[in-house]
């Protein structure tokens, strides 16, 4: 299938082609052509399946019309859990909207007022907007939403689970009923099915894939750790491996994303550490130093689990397991981009064998085991039942299966 049988405008199509793309991915193909539309949609598809084009191309084709009343309002509005993501988001306003006169402005925490506050007074057709800060620009009069037509929720899912669920409701409640509302989560059921019964009229249900979609382009293995000092072992060797081009490392504390970056930078490592606590400025750099190729490694905590799209990265790797099971399908799914291949390694303690339990059934997949010759656990970990661990390529050997988790704990 071709973009140009999708419904898209000429210069929308030639934006694509520009971009590289040569045929819509599967969430495209079932999205693009319902939202030329007009209806309301909601939409589970995992983050690195072209969600984000999926809804941005409709809404660009929405702007090529005239808008009957004048203001300085946005006609599109794109809410977002985290800064991030808005960044890919605006990102991708300006990649696709490059033959329009487009202007979008993103508004998020953690960006100093009064710059903001410029950027609003100029006025803009799109916005993308983390949920706090929109509302809190609302109440003070910045942002004026009567010409809005089209709402995005981007990775709703995550909104709700970052409490801002109240937030939503305030923002939408300001808004022209007639309008169409496009919602994207990981999702559908629970509480992202009861906030889009409340926000949503009538919606189409697209279900492209689900958390238990086979990530067939990324290879998955773990190595049992006995403690921090065996992990930073093992992650220095698993970084001196010639084939990773770029990696993030995945902790669970910012202190650790800290410490391990400091680690790793006192090793020669090209590194920088990314989470929380950095302001806006110091992450924006650091991303851009990753997007350029400057950095090799990223240390970071599950603030970058969404939302990076950074073609270099041929290796995720879980230093910590996250609590979440489905954070690990995030954090994952910031390898093998846009097609490419890509491999995840998580380093396992003992005390993470639970989480092991819970990540594979959440995938419904198996993480095969992987020793390191040289560096192998010395205190007994129970191989898992669900398959022969493996030798990793060149370097490791493979352990004799034991008795699974359940019953060896
Ligand atoms: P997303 O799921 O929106 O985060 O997109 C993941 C990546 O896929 C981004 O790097 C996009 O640039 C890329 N992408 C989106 N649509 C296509 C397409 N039709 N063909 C190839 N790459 C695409």
């Not at 991030?84 to 487009?102: D, I, P």
Request: charged residues 25%; positive net charge; contains cysteine.
């Amino acid at each position: 299938m071709k973009f140009d049988t999708l419904g898209l405008s000429a210069p929308i199509c030639q934006a694509v082609a520009a971009a590289g793309y040569t045929a819509p991915t599967p969430v495209q193909e079932r999205v693009i052509p319902e939202a030329l539309e007009g209806r309301d949609l909601m939409v589970s598809s995992q983050t690195g399946s072209g969600k984000t084009a999926a809804f941005m191309l409709p809404a660009l084709q929405l702007l090529t019309e005239t808008h009957p009343a004048h203001g300085r309002g946005p006609r599109v509005l794109v809410l977002v859990p985290t800064r991030e993501l808005s960044m890919q988001v605006t990102k991708a306003a300006e990649t696709y909207g490059r033959a329009q006169r487009v202007r979008t402005v993103s508004v998020v925490g953690g960006m100093p007022y009064p710059a903001q506050n410029r950027l609003l007074q100029a006025g803009m057709d799109i916005l993308v907007a983390t949920p706090g800060r929109l509302l809190d620009q609302m109440q003070s009069g910045r942002i004026d939403l009567a010409r809005l037509q089209m709402l995005v929720l981007d990775e709703a899912d995550r909104m709700l689970d970052m409490g801002f669920k109240d937030d939503l409701e305030a923002i939408v409640a300001r808004m022209p009923a007639a309008r169409q509302t496009l919602l994207f989560s990981a999702t559908l059921d629970g509480n992202i099915a009861r906030l889009a019964g409340a926000l949503l009229r009538d919606p189409e249900r697209i279900e492209i894939d689900s958390h238990r979609t086979k990530h067939e382009n990324i290879a998955q293995r773990l190595h049992f750790a006995d403690d921090l000092g065996h992990k930073n072992r093992l992650l220095d060797h698993l970084l001196r491996d010639a084939a990773v081009n770029q990696a993030i490392v995945f902790t669970a504390t910012k202190r650790s994303a800290d410490d391990v970056a400091l680690d790793l930078h006192s090793k020669g490592f090209a590194v920088a550490a990314l989470h929380g606590d950095m302001n806006q400025g110091a992450r924006t750099r650091t991303l851009q130093a990753l997007q350029r190729g400057r950095l090799r490694v990223l240390v970071a905590t599950d603030v970058a689990a969404r939302g990076i799209d950074v073609h270099g990265i041929s290796h995720v790797i879980n230093y910590d397991l996250p609590r979440q099971a489905e954070d690990y399908v995030h954090r994952i799914g910031r390898t093998g981009r846009a097609g490419r291949n890509g491999t995840a390694i998580s380093l396992v303690n003992a005390r993470e064998h639970a989480q092991v339990r819970t990540i594979e059934r959440f995938t419904a997949q198996p993480i095969p085991v992987e020793v390191v010759e040289g560096l192998e656990p010395k205190v007994r970990h129970f191989a898992k039942p669900s398959g022969p661990s493996r030798r990793a390529p060149g370097k490791s050997r493979g352990r004799p299966q034991g008795r699974s988790f359940r019953s060896g704990r």
